[in-house]
C-alpha cells in the first residue's frame, strides 16, 4: 500500500523531472488518456455477442444450454463461456 511520504516522494520527484510549467500540460494529457481508455472499455462491453445456433442446428456435443443466457454447452464444460454461469450437471438433465 502507498502511504502519504511515498506519494510526497513520488510527486517531488515528478517536479523534478517536469518542472513545474509541464505539470499542468502532463495532467491534462493524462485526463485525456484516461477518458479515451474508459470510452474504449465502455464500447468494448457494447458490442453484441454472437447468437448461440437455434435448435434445430444443435449436434450432440452440444445437447446442454446455459441456464441463464441460453448458449449451446459442451458436454464436459462446467460453466458457460458466454456468461460464466455454472452448466447444469448432466444427471440433472434426466
Known amino acids: 500500500m502507498i502511504g502519504s511520504q511515498d506519494l510526497l ?11 513545474a510549467k509541464k505539470l499542468p500540460e502532463l495532467a491534462a494529457s493524462l485526463g485525456k488518456s484516461m477518458k479515451e481508455f474508459k ?9 453484441e455477442l454472437p447468437r448461440p ?7 450432440p456435443a452440444t445437447s446442454r444450454a446455459c441456464p441463464v443466457c441460453k448458449a449451446p454447452l459442451e458436454r464436459d464444460w462446467s460453466h458457460c463461456p458466454r456468461c460464466g454461469a455454472t452448466a447444469p450437471s448432466d444427471s440433472s438433465l434426466r
Open 9 to 19: 516522494v513520488g510527486l517531488a520527484i515528478v517536479l523534478f523531472l517536469f518542472g
Open 39 to 47: 470510452k474504449g472499455v465502455a464500447e468494448t462491453g457494447e458490442e
Open 53 to 59: 445456433p437455434s435448435p434445430s442446428t444443435e449436434t
